[in-house]
């Protein structure tokens, strides 16, 4: 399990994120404050405020996701 912050300030960027994340084989969920949402469903990311910081969690690995993930962090980048 991996975790990264980062902010998804537009609906673009959203789209562009669970687009990404539905081409890995293993769970992806965002959370904010206690509010979990599959990262894979753009209904649920685009429910979120998507002002606000929000943790990402993987649960796999997939070099080209990660890499994309770090290029948008706000914080500490996936390992």
Known sequence: MK?????LGTIAEAKEFVSKASKCDFDIDI???SVV?????ILGVLS???????TV???GED???ETY???IATG????
């Open 69 to 71: 993930l770090n290029s």
């Open 57 to 59: 969690r993987i649960y």
């Open 37 to 41: 949402i599959d990262g894979k469903s």
């Open 76 to 79: 500490s980048k996936v390992a």
């Open 48 to 54: 979120l405020d998507l002002r606000r910081e929000l």
């Open 63 to 65: 070099l080209e996701f």
């Open 3 to 7: 975790e990264v912050k980062l902010k």
């Open 31 to 33: 959370f904010y404050n």
